[in-house]
C-alpha cells in the first residue's frame, strides 16, 4: 500500500511514478512529484520506482499572469 496525496493506493512491484499518475488519473501537464519527501525531476517519471510503503504528493502547479 502506497499513500498518494493522504489517499491509500494499492501497491504492485515495480510501480513507477507514471504508473501512480495513470491510475490517479492526473493528467494536468504541469506536475510537481516527490516521494517521501524527495523530488522526483519529470524526467524520471518513467523509470523512478515507487516503494511499498511510500508517501507521495502530487502538487498541481498553477501559472497565469
Known sequence: MIRVNGENLSHRPGMTVRD???????????????????????????????PDGAEVQVLHLMSGG
Request: zero cysteines; proline letters at 6%; aromatic letters at 10%.
Open 20 to 50: 501512480v499518475l495513470r491510475e490517479r488519473n492526473f493528467v494536468f501537464p504541469l506536475l510537481v512529484v516527490s516521494i517521501d519527501g524527495r523530488h522526483v525531476p519529470r524526467a524520471e517519471y518513467d523509470t523512478t520506482v515507487v
